[in-house]
């Protein structure tokens, strides 16, 4: 697939996923980013609690840094 249909691809995506889990932008863009990589190895290292809640509600390892 080339990359622009990629980028398009994950662009809707992250727009759909913005409002139900109230994201900004670019935290949509991250976790589209995420299910687009679709390795189950792959952890999203966050502090932002409602991306953190978003990716652990599709299912996908989360781990917050410390401090």
């Not at 662009?11 to 759909?16: K, L, P």
């Not at 996923?17 to 949509?28: N, R």
Request: glycine share 8%; no cysteine.
């Amino acid at each position: 697939m080339a990359p622009f249909i990629r980028t398009t691809i994950r662009s809707r995506r992250a727009g759909h996923l913005a409002e139900p889990y109230a994201l900004q932008a670019y935290d949509a863009v991250h976790l589209a980013s995420l299910e687009q990589i679709g390795d189950s190895e792959v952890a999203l290292v966050s502090a932002g609690d409602e991306l953190v809640e978003a990716a652990r509600s599709l299912g996908f390892t989360t781990i917050r840094p410390l401090g």
